[in-house]
């Protein structure tokens, strides 16, 4: 388990390999999505994983939270591999995620919404409920303690009571982060969480994915487009194009690398429209 | 969408609390709240004063409400069923957000299970019968379920609706069901005759007992269907309470975050499918009890009462009422199954006005006439804005 620290030090920046990618590749009909990409999220990291659009960020994401199963190669968490689990039961075994276009449950409140996350866990069934068992009583004291605490981290204790669909959007985006927390992981995947933010709400992200780290303890997977933003925490960037890794290390080596810079810009023989205008290196 | 709270939903407080115009009815939250305020005992009274009242409405023989044309205890009772019937839909439709168009053929199942095993092929007891009928409902809706809610939406629908009719076509085709001419001497609830209750009988505005219209208190029989009405209501309570403890549960969370998006639920850890098989076990458990009871009170069932006309008429009692909302599904059958026995005078103008009223509602209150809670917490947290609101702008 990673320990929990306070200090602003890294704890483990070079702990064990907690979620393994080894050699995944998936197609959906002609195209292939993936192919072929290794990587490993150690323990105690937050990794970045960028690509221009459409190189297979989320679909990496999908292959992980069990969305879709790889067409070949290998998903691990902690040494196991995640083989045909359902979504539910891989969320149970510690991979928590968002959504890159907010998916909450709107006519539910806050939360409710952080309670269902919570819930993951919990084995009450039909009888337990009808009868109010001891266990149920546990698990709804025990869900609604976690689901507090967590909203509290995220400072959205005050909005509670209201329905999700009614919070603000900055809220809302905190509010999936709650929701995913909720569920216990040990690594926690944030699909461009930066969205629609403006610098100083991307400050205060940035502040808080490192306190996830730091103060929760978890290991971070983090799509983002903001390269400031990116470059800025992760401790290690893994980069996609057309499905295919084309670099991985640290933030500032991965900024030169050559083959990166060719994918955002592009390179001389490829016509100057290629340039995406999120990729502001 | 952007910061700030401009979205239309949260209207401020004030403008709610003068909801009265425009919005065709009244301040829902007024009442519920002035009613959760209310001291523990005198909200106990309140409860069992309503309890009572629910009781004895039969034998008030009140004025106006009262149906003139026909057995008014035996309306309740229909009336009664279909408040049944709307609780069971309103489990897989308004909580787990599953579009069930033949939810009649488990209200079949029900009946039949009581009619063929206590009439036509065997004579089991009625306290066997009921048990059994909601075993073998709960069991079909499994089955129905199992393969079917892997697909989602509109397809769910037809597949439903496709489950309502094979039911009625098995029954209408095959000899030992019965086939079209249906099954006679369906038993009926064993009778406890205590003693007599005397109706009240109304002159202007003063009532007196009326010692010749009275009703043999829990004696099952074919003219009074009073001690029906009785039975059903009481199963109505109980389905009420169980229905609270799962709305409050993971359970409960779990099948609106099914509704709600069922991919994100799956990904957040409910195991979305076997959460949407349970909504379909529990909406069958209660639609075949429906069904038994009605056909122990029926004595007589053929295929022609479980049209699919009857399931449409269920899934418009919890949308007209407010899907997902217990209450509100509640009046939404009373009124789909009330006011046709009510003005029973107006027989060929019933469909059109029907057709005119769900219009009506579709334009001006879309989610129903009580539409859910929909954060009744969250109005509590309006308020208080806006108490702070008034308290600053005073100072």
């Known amino acids: 388990m990673p320990s929990t620290s306070v200090s602003e030090q890294p704890v483990t920046r070079n702990g064990a390999a907690l979620l393994s990618l080894d050699d995944v590749s998936i197609q959906f009909g002609g195209l292939k999505a993936l192919d072929g990409v290794s990587f490993d999220v150690r323990e105690g990291e937050i ?21 879709y199963q790889p067409t070949s190669g290998e998903v691990r968490f902690a040494g196991e591999p995640l083989g045909r689990r359902k979504r539910f039961a891989i969320t149970r075994l510690g991979i928590a995620r968002t959504f890159q276009n907010i998916r909450l449950f709107g006519n539910m409140t806050a939360l409710e919404n952080v309670l269902v996350g919570a819930d993951a866990h919990h084995r009450t069934n039909v009888i337990d409920a009808l009868v109010r068992s001891p266990r149920h009583r546990r698990e709804e004291r025990e869900g609604e303690e976690t689901a507090r605490e967590v909203m509290k981290f995220l400072g959205l204790e005050r909005r509670a009571d209201e329905l999700a669909r009614n919070l603000s959007y900055g809220e809302q985006r905190r509010l999936e982060i709650a929701r995913a927390m909720a569920t216990k992981p040990r690594l926690l995947c944030l699909d461009e969480p930066a969205a629609g933010f403006n610098p100083a709400e991307k400050a205060q992200l940035m502040d808080l994915i490192r306190r996830i780290r730091d103060v929760r303890g ?64 | 969408m952007t910061e700030g709270k401009a979205s239309p939903d949260t209207e401020p407080a004030s403008a709610r609390s003068m909801a009265w115009g425009p919005r065709l009815g009244w301040d829902r939250g007024a009442l519920a709240r002035r009613v959760t305020a209310l001291p523990r005992p005198v909200k106990w009274a309140l409860i069992g004063l309503v309890v009572v009242l629910l009781y004895a409405l039969p034998l008030l023989e009140i004025p106006i409400v009262s149906t003139p044309d026909t057995d008014f205890g ?25 579009l069930d168009l033949g939810y009649v053929g488990f209200y079949a199942i029900g009946a039949y299970t009581v009619a063929v095993l206590g009439s036509l092929q065997a004579q089991l007891s009625w306290w066997l019968l009921i048990p059994l009928a909601v075993v073998l409902t709960t069991i079909s809706g499994i089955l129905l379920g199992a393969p079917t809610l892997r697909v989602r939406g509109d397809y769910l629908a037809i597949v439903t609706l496709g489950f309502g009719e094979i039911i009625r ?10 086939a079209a001419k249906g099954i006679t001497g369906v038993p009926r609830p064993p009778s406890v005759e205590l003693f007599e209750v005397p109706h009240l009988k109304w002159e202007g505005a003063t009532a007196v007992v009326d010692l010749d219209d009275t009703t043999r208190f829990l004696f099952f029989g074919v003219a009074d269907q009073t001690p029906y009405y009785w039975l059903t209501l009481t199963v109505i309570f109980l389905v009420l ?55 122990s009170r029926q004595g007589f069932i053929n295929p022609e009462s479980f049209l699919l006309l009857l399931s449409i008429l269920f899934v418009a009692a919890v949308v007209v009422g407010g899907a997902g909302n217990r209450w509100g599904v509640i009046l939404g059958a009373v009124v789909v199954a009330y006011l046709p026995e009510r003005f ?44 702070l609101e008034e308290g600053t702008a005073r100072a």
């Open chain 2, 241 to 295: 309470g169980a229905d609270r403890m799962l709305r409050l549960s993971r359970i409960g969370r779990g099948w609106e975050a099914t509704r709600e998006d069922e991919d994100a639920a799956e990904l957040m850890g409910v195991p979305t499918f076997k959460f949407k098989l349970l909504a379909f076990a529990c909406g069958a458990f209660i639609g075949g009890l429906s069904g038994a009871l009605f056909a």
């Open chain 2, 344 to 387: 029973r005078g107006f027989e060929e103008w019933r469909l059109l006005v029907f057709g005119l009223a769900l219009l009506l509602l579709a334009n001006f209150r879309p989610q129903g006439l009580i539409p859910p809670r929909r954060a009744k917490r969250a109005q509590a947290v309006d308020e208080q804005l806006e108490a």
């Open chain 1, 47 to 67: 990794l970045g994983l960028i690509g221009p659009n459409g190189a297979g960020k989320t679909t990496c994401f999908n292959v992980m939270t069990g969305v």
């Open chain 2, 169 to 178: 076509l098995t029954a209408l085709n095959t000899e030992w069901l019965g």
């Open chain 2, 74 to 98: 035996g309306v309740l009772f229909t009336v009664a069923s279909y408040v049944l019937v709307a609780l069971g839909l309103n489990i897989v439709l308004g909580y787990a957000g599953l």
């Open chain 1, 218 to 281: 978890l290991t971070v997977l983090l799509i983002e487009h903001d390269m400031g933003l990116v470059m800025g925490v992760s401790d290690r960037v893994a980069v996609l194009e057309f499905g295919r890794k084309i670099a991985e290390g640290a933030p500032v080596d991965v900024r030169n690398d050559p083959a990166v810079i060719a994918a955002y810009l592009g390179t001389e023989a490829d016509d100057a429209g290629e340039f995406d205008q999120e990729g502001d290196l």
